[in-house]
């Protein structure tokens, strides 16, 4: 059996081998229309982008241990990303390293992170990053809530304080209506996870074009999402994936193939899609979902140069 590990901090791959049968078959009659591209991305972000207004109250995140973490503002100058503002004050005693994951906005999983070394005595200003990339493409117009789970470490990179779940609310919370769009064709739905296909991006990557997907993990544990045993066209290929999502929370992501692969095999239109998805617990690092296989075709799907 063939095991493609996208690891996102350390982008590693693993892979052993094994034969594709037995698929159930699911089509998507067309690729995704609002599927944005990265050059489609880069000319939009060249102009103000509205974004949304909302604004927040100073507020204290985290208090403990002599760690205060506040935030200040939010921030929504920059053309391409909206920052949230942090004071760190470290008066621990010792030298410390914060870091974030698990970073969501209005409950979809946003692929941002945040590093801050601070020594003892030190304030800090600092910021959390909201790529306006990764809110496009999650429908994100308006930020209601920030939620993110911090961890602090010392120099010795031993936990100085237990990992916190921190969450800030926006002045558009109080109204804002949390709505999820699943729309797609369900390949999974059971045992408190939905997987659901949208279509092909064919510039999701530079590393190559990729299958979109929506997921939701209802569940109360911290997992991640991969794929194994992909194959395009009837030819087997790598993808890198690895999508990890927070209990109660939704992801859109993308199974990103390998353009060379492609090449190799000149395959030029994704026609269809053969793979299963597979669901491990963060933890424990138990595997807990194998998918059946699932078979997905695109009727339309765009020529690639």
């Not at 944005?36 to 604004?55: C, D, F, I, L």
């Not at 208090?63 to 205060?68: A, L, Q, S, T, W």
């Not at 994936?241 to 000149?266: Q, Y």
């Not at 979902?289 to 078979?295: D, L, R």
Request: charged share 25%; glycine share 4%; aromatic share 10%.
């Amino acid at each position: 059996m063939k095991k493609t590990f996208a690891v996102i901090i350390a982008a590693l791959t693993a892979m052993s081998f094994a034969g594709c049968d037995d698929y159930s078959e699911v089509t998507v009659a067309e690729t995704t229309d609002t599927a944005v591209t990265e050059t489609q991305r880069e000319e939009e972000t060249s102009e103000p982008a509205e974004k949304g207004n909302a604004t927040i109250e100073e507020t204290v995140l985290f208090d403990e241990n002599g760690v205060k973490l506040t935030a200040l503002a939010l921030d929504y100058e920059n053309l391409s990303w909206v920052e949230l503002k942090l004071l760190i004050e470290n008066n621990s005693g010792e030298e410390l390293e914060l870091n974030c994951h698990s970073v969501s906005v209005n409950g979809y999983m946003i692929n941002e992170s945040m590093y801050i070394e601070a020594a003892d005595g030190e304030k800090i200003e600092d910021s959390l990053t909201l790529n306006y990339m990764y809110l496009e493409d999650c429908g994100i117009d308006e930020i209601a809530d920030i939620e993110f789970t911090l961890d602090i470490f010392d120099t010795e990179l031993e936990n100085y304080t237990d990992s916190s779940v921190v969450r800030i609310c926006t002045t558009a919370a109080e109204t804002f209506e949390y709505t999820y769009d699943d729309s797609g064709e369900p390949v999974y739905n059971e045992n408190d996870f939905k997987i659901i296909v949208r279509g092909i991006d064919e510039d999701a990557s530079l590393l190559g074009p990729g299958m979109i997907v929506y997921i939701e993990n209802n569940s109360d544990r911290y997992v991640t999402v991969y794929v194994e045993d992909e194959y395009v066209n009837g030819v087997e290929m790598d993808a890198v994936f690895a999508c990890p999502i927070a209990p109660g929370k939704r992801a859109v992501d993308t199974v990103v193939f390998w353009e060379s692969n492609l090449e190799e095999n000149k395959i030029t239109t994704i026609e269809e899609v053969s793979l299963y998805f597979y669901i491990t617990d963060d933890d424990t690092y138990e595997t807990i979902i194998n998918t059946e296989p699932v078979n997905v075709q695109f009727h339309q799907s765009t020529t690639r140069n």
